[in-house]
């Protein structure tokens, strides 16, 4: 089944404590980006890849990095989280640029940082 | 910069009845997508319009693309329950970032 999967799911951490939320796609998709969800801003785009070992930032990208060292694969790494990172974070892949490229979304993962 | 817009935020839908939910986009795109997003779950996939013109339906739900003037609408007929839920759309960037930019969504409750 073709699929975006994100973990973890659900995550609580203290501010400063260094995390990852793993991305990981079956669809063989060349771009791959994160966004997160807040109430009232919809959703933004942090970071995306366009291919292996080639990242971008989007709109909100400070406090954030992100690796692509194989193609199925998009790390979120938050090194030191604040509390104002809290949110719901979706990683999405597709096929690029082109006509037909619809993206595919994660099941999400809700972080909060105490 | 690509600004969406979706109006209104929050519509309470009389079951049965009929409605239209609009989304604007500020500058050219040749990519406009809808989604739903249940609470709590992920964004699922609805529609993609590449064209001015198009117009895409499934079940209760259709939507079209005006280019020109910026717009989709997304039509409800005859209004049910299981309709209640977020939809956004998002219109994809035209640059070498296949950014996609979202409205903020609108809310819409089905009531008997």
């Known amino acids: 089944e073709a699929q975006v999967t994100q973990n973890p799911r659900y995550l609580i951490t203290v501010t400063g404590k260094k995390l990852t939320v793993t991305c990981s796609q079956n669809?063989?998709?060349?771009?791959m980006s994160w966004y997160r969800q807040d109430p009232g801003l919809g959703l933004r785009q942090i970071y995306y890849?366009?291919?292996?070992?080639?990242?971008d930032k989007g709109d909100v990208p400070e406090g954030y990095k992100v690796s692509r060292k194989e193609k199925r694969n998009f790390p979120l790494i938050l090194e030191s989280p604040s509390p104002n990172q809290t949110s719901l974070y979706f990683c999405?892949?597709?096929?690029?640029?082109?006509?037909?490229?619809?993206?595919?979304f994660g099941q999400g993962t809700r972080l909060t940082v105490v | 910069e690509l600004k969406v817009e979706q109006n209104p935020l929050f519509l309470s839908m009389q079951e049965g009845k009929n409605y239209t939910i609009y989304c604007n986009y500020s500058?050219?795109?040749?990519?406009l997508y809808w989604y739903r997003q249940d609470p709590g779950k992920s964004l699922e996939s609805l529609f993609v319009?590449?064209?001015?013109?198009a117009v895409k339906q499934e079940g209760r739900l259709m939507a079209s693309l005006d280019t020109k003037a910026r717009l989709s609408t997304l039509h409800i007929t005859a209004a049910v329950h299981d309709l209640s839920a977020t939809y956004f759309c998002?219109?994809?960037?035209?640059?070498?970032?296949?950014?996609?930019?979202f409205g903020k969504g609108i809310t819409l409750s089905v009531r008997p």
């Open positions: 999405a892949s597709s096929l690029g640029r082109g006509m037909n490229t619809e993206a595919f």
């Open positions: 669809m063989n998709h060349e771009y």
């Open positions: 890849s366009m291919n292996v070992e080639v990242t």
């Open positions: 500058t050219t795109s040749d990519r």
């Open positions: 319009l590449l064209s001015n013109g």
């Open positions: 998002a219109v994809a960037s035209t640059g070498a970032n296949s950014k996609l930019t």
